[in-house]
């Protein structure tokens, strides 16, 4: 029903996205360093959740209420780009930290902790352009099953992202470590994800595209 070529299509697309500095990986970082890995895990938990919610309601026709009202989805638009301009400050500002940078915070519950992976995921405009824009072009029309076809494709790139997010998770400790015998290395890092999530906020609040039809 699905291609392997539209499979390993979205793999790859997914593992560039995943491999791209956001909220998801920033937040799953901060809280792998400053509360453990578990608390990393449990905040895992909640971003899949998100994964999946963004994957059912992109295939029951999310794109389409888009197309119906164009404001909501600029409204969505602009709040992931303000998002990603606040993370981004607070990257660049002076006396800002590095993500790997371990900090003294409160702890939080386990269940604040997978509520804040899913509303970061939730409130992430990469996985909201993936969904809407990127996915349905490795579905094939003539295979029919269409609504399938979108579920198969987005279960590949849910479990990359996940593989990949949870290797983050449980390394963070140890490349947080890393960097903090190399303080100059970590003031690069934090330049360079400022720098990054910088230019997507940017490049998301003037993107005049409109979302697409997924089925």
Do not use: C
């Amino acid at each position: 029903m699905v291609e392997l070529s539209g499979i390993l299509g979205v793999s790859v697309v997914a593992l560039g996205m995943v491999l791209t500095p956001g909220p998801n990986m920033i937040y799953l970082v901060s809280r792998s360093i400053t509360q453990g890995r578990r608390a990393g895990i449990i905040s895992l938990g909640g971003v899949a959740l998100g994964f999946m919610m963004y994957l059912l309601a992109a295939n029951l026709g999310l794109s389409v209420v888009f197309l119906a009202v164009p404001e909501l989805y600029v409204a969505v638009k602009l709040a992931g780009a303000a998002y990603l301009a606040y993370l981004a400050w607070n990257a660049l500002k002076p006396g800002g930290v590095s993500v790997f940078d371990p900090q003294d915070v409160p702890h939080d519950s386990p269940r604040k902790l997978f509520t804040m992976g899913l509303m970061t995921n939730l409130l992430n405009p990469k996985i909201a352009i993936m969904y809407l824009s990127l996915i349905p072009q490795f579905i094939d029309l003539d295979r029919g099953h269409v609504l399938l076809q979108g579920i198969i494709l987005g279960s590949f790139q849910i479990v990359v992202s996940i593989a990949v997010n949870l290797t983050i998770v449980l390394a963070a400790g140890t490349i947080a470590v890393f960097l903090s015998r190399r303080p100059s290395w970590l003031k690069v890092q934090r330049y360079m994800m400022g720098t990054v999530l910088g230019a997507l906020a940017i490049t998301l609040a003037i993107d005049t595209s409109g979302p697409t039809v997924t089925n």
